[in-house]
């Protein structure tokens, strides 16, 4: 599957381990245009420490996010077990 094809979910973590996105589609949003919550958080060693702040996106912009993370080295990290967004 090509990353231009992927759904964005789950988290994304900088090369450094310094910063974390998460991606969640908002399971409310109308299914013609499905939007995205995108939540930006501070982290250490890629382990998430502090919210910092969320966006809310169209699909097209959500995959643009994600595909431009991606290029520049973030990785799809899964989370530990048991813990919530």
């Known amino acids: 599957m090509e990353i231009a094809d992927q759904i964005p979910s789950g988290w994304l973590v900088d090369p450094t381990g310094e ?32 919210f910092k702040k969320r966006k809310i996106a169209v699909k097209e912009e959500a995959v643009r996010i994600w595909i431009s993370l991606i290029e520049n080295g973030w990785n799809k990290v899964e989370p530990l077990v048991g813990e919530v967004a």
Request: proline share 6%.
């Open 19 to 50: 910063r974390m996105v998460l991606f969640i589609k908002d399971p409310m949003s109308e299914r013609q245009y499905p939007k995205f919550y995108i939540d930006k958080w501070s982290a250490d060693n890629g382990i998430r420490t502090r």
